[in-house]
């Protein structure tokens, strides 16, 4: 919500500074997002006489001037505009500004060789217009030294302030007014006061006759108010009115459209005004028709579905009811008569058509949180008076269809819920100020009415929040919570415990973590295999799929560190997978780029490859508690792994517990990758929990007698895995054999055809006394025949 300090000040009385209204703003809930104040950026640009202009010496289309700025002997400048001459008064920027529409930094300089102390301005370069002929022409009577901001009005700071979804009444300069006002700043205006009326605002009934409208959708539209001002000219807007509206962004079209505009901003009522040449019959609210279309006002043709709340004559729809207007029956320059629009849309009608379309609006805004039902005479009449006032005609009778719902309540209230609920102690008397002001009605009983514009208040605890806020929640005492006496308890679920170890194991391991976004684009998810779940109303259509994996953020995060000039791209993220039954925790772990640089001894820069992805996942799941030494490794990873380059380790044949290896090299192209990216997916939930052994742990007692080693090396098929082999090997003799690892693979001459050598080392750990050669033999002869169960034949 954006509006300057001037538009506040129309319907506020306050002798406030911008500071002490910022901070209110803030206290009482409406959290300032930004100011900004155009004088700042046109300090050092004054008004100016040009005394003499004559021809440069060395260029035919640049002037050398004579500039009066009020201040001591004049100044030469260099100019190229051409309607540069002696006499003009307009804006000289002096050494020192700088330039909004470029950041120029003006200075004195030479130009041609002609000394330059300054700069006339054009409109476009103070960023006031799109003028770019000739430099700013300002009256005779234009005060030569003053400041050009504060001339023309420009020291007007404009304020933007993040207004929740609750919070509707706000979405108005008058709500924002009334909460200041409420809570000590200043006192808000009438209505005829913020207007400048001499007389009451009320609906004005004309002698002409009144526009026909028809209700047939009462559920999306209960009541249409209308009336028609005949004799209109349209023409540009009043200077105030185009003012305003600049200041917060928007761009000025005609007096007609600019009034709706400045009517939805300044009070938070959105309207619409139709040509009546335009209109083929009386204007029906009703429900679009399957297939119908309408061209919005943003140039974009809208397709409708049934229960869709529009406005339409005898011919074609004209609105997207309380959304956007059509083009086909919008005012211009030619409009004469026209009908003045004032409804009441119901929010959650207008939110299902405003999703559905994905179309957005100011009205949309205003109408999905709800505005004031009971402001439809004062809005109709407030349209009417500035049409009446800016562009003249002659107003009509009025037409009133249907009645709004008012939805009046009441509550019963005490006032001691604002210490026992909120936190603050706040006397009775103060309590009742506090709501009266905001336009609450409490009796003496302390049954609490909220008013029309209110629709959020829905009980006491609401009230107790009025009241807080005003008072300010930077009043409300911080109090600790009780606390037990003794050591707390540990709170953590082994969830989190495991969660923490493997965040502190991949960040040991010299992993980055990142933190990416839950939703993916939809082509994104695609590559992954789908996302389960599919945003109906995203933020914006790269984040309309909830994420399948955690690899695309991740893939995408490693592309831009790459591309910014990264060699080597180290990243995990714990978060959660979307899947079509559950959301699974999940760590992801990318490696991109160059695992080692180049160099003397090593050579060429060596790049990721699966075995990385492999080492990474199996001390990761070490550190997350998993038994590691009964892990077996499978493939089927995935479509979005590499066939040939990737596998999963698991606990048994369904329990996957990770996926490892190299991304599929379409994946990575899909994400403007170029080399090869080696990955993992863990799956902590997948990790069986261990058996409760109590807090204590048994005392570390290293073996007494020295382990032993005893190398094996197997002819085995070639299709046999290394980790077949190393785990038949290590369950030979669970007592004594400790540990086996593969330690050389051999293919070539001496092995036959379809073979391979593997050679794998054992450690044996004594217990009470040394082994001796016969329980040495006992268990090669063991581990020998455990491999020939896998056709492995030990190597002559």
């Given amino acids: 919500m954006k509006f300057t300090l001037s538009w506040l000040k129309s319907h506020l009385d306050t002798a406030a500074d911008l500071d002490t209204i910022l901070t209110t703003l803030t206290r009482i809930g409406l959290e300032v997002e930004g100011v900004d104040n155009p004088a700042e950026r046109l300090a050092g640009f004054r008004i100016a006489r040009v005394l003499t202009a004559e021809r440069h010496p060395q260029a035919d289309k640049l002037q050398v001037l004579s500039v009066d700025t009020g201040e001591g002997a004049p100044l030469q400048v260099v100019c190229g505009a051409p309607n540069a001459r002696a006499g003009l008064v307009g804006v000289l920027g002096t050494p020192g500004a700088v330039v909004p529409a470029n950041g120029m930094q003006l200075r004195v300089s030479a130009i041609r060789g002609v000394e330059s102390n300054g700069m006339m301005c054009s409109s476009r370069e103070l960023e006031l217009g799109d003028d770019h002929d000739g430099i700013i022409e300002l009256g005779e009577d234009a005060p030569v030294g003053m400041p050009f901001a504060a001339f023309a009005g420009l020291d007007d700071p404009m304020i933007e302030v993040s207004v929740t979804p609750n919070r509707q009444d706000c979405m108005g300069v008058r709500g924002i007014a009334r909460d200041l006002a ?31 409208v028809r209700i047939e959708d009462a559920e999306g539209c209960p009541a249409f108010y209308a009336q028609a001002v005949r004799g209109v000219a349209n023409g540009a807007s009043h200077d105030w009115l185009r003012r305003y509206l600049t200041a917060i962004g928007q761009k000025p079209i005609s007096a007609l459209v600019d009034i709706t505009n400045f009517v939805s901003v300044d009070l938070g009522r959105p309207l619409h005004v139709y040509d009546m040449a335009k209109l083929s019959g009386p204007l029906t609210a009703r429900r679009a028709k399957a297939g119908e279309q309408v061209l919005a006002l943003n140039g974009k043709t809208y397709t409708l579905t049934e229960g869709m709340t529009v406005i339409a004559d005898d011919a074609a729809v004209h609105d997207i009811g309380g959304i956007m207007g059509g083009e086909e029956s919008g005012v211009g320059e030619t409009t004469t008569d026209v009908l003045i629009e004032c409804a009441y849309f119901t929010p959650e009608a207008i939110a299902r058509t405003g999703q559905a379309l994905a179309l957005t609006s100011d009205a949309r805004q205003r109408f999905e949180r709800g505005v004031d039902p009971a402001f439809l005479d004062q809005g109709l009449a407030i349209a009417t008076h500035l049409v009446t006032a800016l562009c003249g005609g002659r107003p009509s009778a009025i037409t009133r269809a249907g009645e709004a719902p008012l939805g009046t309540r009441h509550f019963a ?35 609490v009415t909220p008013p029309t514009w209110r629709r959020d208040v829905d009980g ?60 993916l684009p939809v082509a994104q998810a695609e590559v992954f295999g789908g996302g389960a779940w599919t945003l109906a109303n995203p933020i914006s259509e790269d984040m309309k799929v909830m994420r399948p994996s955690l690899l695309p953020g991740l893939l995408a995060a490693a592309q831009r560190n790459l591309s ?19 959301e699974r925790p999940t760590l992801a772990v990318v490696l991109a780029g160059e695992r080692s640089a180049r160099g003397w001894q090593g050579g060429k820069a060596q790049a990721f490859d699966a075995y990385d992805a492999k080492a990474e996942a199996l001390a990761l799941l070490e550190a997350a508690g998993a038994p590691v030494a009964n892990l077996q490794v499978m493939r089927e990873a995935g479509e979005a792994w590499h066939p040939g380059q990737s596998g999963t380790l698991r606990l048994g044949p369904k329990t996957v517990l990770a996926a490892f290896g190299t991304v599929h090299p379409s994946v990575a192209r899909a994400f403007d990758l170029g080399g090869p990216v080696a990955a993992v997916e863990l799956y902590p939930d997948a990790i069986p929990a261990k058996r409760s052994s109590g807090f204590m742990r048994a005392a570390y007692a290293p073996p007494a007698l020295q382990a032993v080693r005893r190398d094996f090396a197997f002819l085995v098929p070639a299709s046999l ?75 002559g």
């Fill in 182 to 212: 409420a809570a000590g700043i200043g006192t808000l205006k009438s209505l005829e006061a913020a207007y400048r009326l001499d007389a009451p605002l009320v609906p004005v009934e004309g002698s002409g006759p009144a526009p026909e």
């Fill in 413 to 447: 209230y005490d006032p001691a819920l604002a210490g026992s609920l909120g936190g603050l102690e706040v006397l009775p008397v103060r309590q009742r100020e506090i709501l009266a002001s905001l336009g609450f009605e409490v009796s003496d009983e302390w049954q």
């Fill in 460 to 519: 006491p605890a609401d009230i107790v929040e009025e009241v807080i806020r005003i008072v300010g929640l930077d009043n409300v005492p911080s109090t600790p919570l009780p606390r037990a006496e003794g050591v707390a308890r540990p709170t953590a679920t082994p969830e989190q415990r495991t969660e923490r170890r493997l965040r502190r194991a991949a960040a040991a391991r010299g992993l980055n973590e990142a933190v990416t976004w839950s939703f």
């Fill in 564 to 582: 910014r000039g990264a060699t080597s791209v180290r990243l995990f993220e714990f978060g959660r997978r979307y899947l079509a039954d559950a």
């Fill in 721 to 795: 895995s290394a980790e077949q082999l190393v785990r038949a090997v290590r369950g030979a003799d669970k007592a004594a054999i400790v540990e086996a690892r593969l330690f050389d693979v051999f293919e070539g001459a001496g092995v036959g055809e379809g073979m391979k050598s593997l050679a794998v080392e054992i450690v044996l750990q004594p217990g009470e006394k040394s082994f001796t050669d016969a329980d040495l033999k006992g268990i090669a002869d063991r581990v020998v025949a455990a491999a020939g169960k896998l056709g492995a034949v030990l190597r």
